[in-house]
């Protein structure tokens, strides 16, 4: 089993900064992938970004060239660095663990509003 804990979520204004972290804890083994993944109210859950274990990273088109991912492998952290944030931005994010099986976080709340 592999436990997640997120923190960093919050209110930003339009334009502005964010990070989030997740770390991973439990049977964290190499092999994995680590990222984040955002569902808006009424909508479906949609991908980030991503890094796997040889660090490879993977975004997707509504974030790619203002969010950030990156790796800690020592300590088991995920951290998605949020700029330019825009109101569309609004979600719960979720971070994900996945080996050979999915595993998620709680949910972060970020607000992106003047």
């Known amino acids: 089993q592999v436990q997640l804990v997120e923190s960093g979520g919050g209110l930003v204004q339009p334009g502005g900064s964010l990070q989030l972290s997740c770390v991973a804890s439990?049977?964290?083994?190499?092999?994995?992938?680590m990222g984040w993944y955002r569902q808006a109210s009424g909508k479906e859950r949609e991908f980030v970004a991503h890094?796997?274990?040889?660090?490879?990273?993977t975004y997707g088109d509504s974030v790619r060239g203002r969010f950030t991912i990156s790796r800690d492998y020592v300590k088991n952290t995920v951290t998605l660095q949020m700029n330019s944030a825009k109101v569309e931005d609004t979600a719960v994010y979720y971070c994900?663990?996945?080996?050979?099986?999915?595993?998620w976080g709680q949910g972060t709340q970020v607000t992106v509003a003047a």
């Open positions: 994900k663990f996945r080996d050979n099986q999915n595993y």
């Open positions: 439990g049977s964290v083994f190499g092999g994995n992938t």
């Open positions: 890094v796997t274990n040889n660090g490879r990273t």
